[in-house]
């Protein structure tokens, strides 16, 4: 299981209490039409906060309520997003970059990224597999 840590805090990417993946590749899976990226307020991926990006995107306090991330596409033959978060911890806004890997046609979970509370995405940056942070 691949995890990322924030701040001393460890946040399951990918294989955490997912749902079985289905055979067939490319369709719309939890609301995220092909080719976005979308948030959620629910670890469950059951409460969309955004009509999905699929492309370059830059902002702030749009999705602030993010507990979920799913990535169902490629933009320009990238498939993978550099996602810029922003959280408080102890009082401290802190800021990481993390690697969303692509959902997978026999492995959707792999698409898949939960965070133990709320925090605030503020740029999405599609990039190819090979990566730094996004090649493990």
């Known amino acids: 299981m691949k995890?990322?840590?924030l701040a001393g805090l460890v946040v399951a990417a990918g294989l955490v209490s997912s749902s079985p993946a289905t055979?067939?590749?490319?369709?719309?899976?939890?609301?995220?039409?092909?080719?976005d990226i979308c948030f959620y307020e629910d670890a469950g991926l059951t409460r969309k906060i955004s009509t999905g990006q699929t492309g370059n995107w830059e902002g702030s306090g749009t999705y602030g309520a993010t507990r979920a991330v799913f990535n169902?596409?490629?933009?320009?033959?990238?498939?993978?997003?550099?996602?810029?978060?922003?959280?408080?911890?102890n009082g401290e806004l802190r800021e990481q970059?993390?690697?969303?890997?692509?959902?997978?046609?026999?492995?959707v979970s792999a698409g898949i990224t939960r965070f133990d509370f709320p925090l605030d995405?503020?740029?999405?940056?599609?990039?190819?597999?090979?990566?730094?942070?996004?090649?493990?």
């Open 121 to 136: 995405p503020i740029k999405v940056q599609w990039v190819p597999a090979n990566t730094v942070g996004c090649d493990v």
């Open 23 to 35: 055979a067939d590749a490319g369709g719309p899976r939890y609301g995220c039409a092909v080719g």
């Open 72 to 89: 169902n596409g490629t933009m320009g033959g990238f498939d993978h997003v550099n996602l810029t978060i922003r959280y408080s911890w």
């Open 97 to 107: 970059t993390i690697c969303v890997h692509v959902a997978e046609p026999r492995k």
């Open 3 to 5: 995890r990322v840590a």
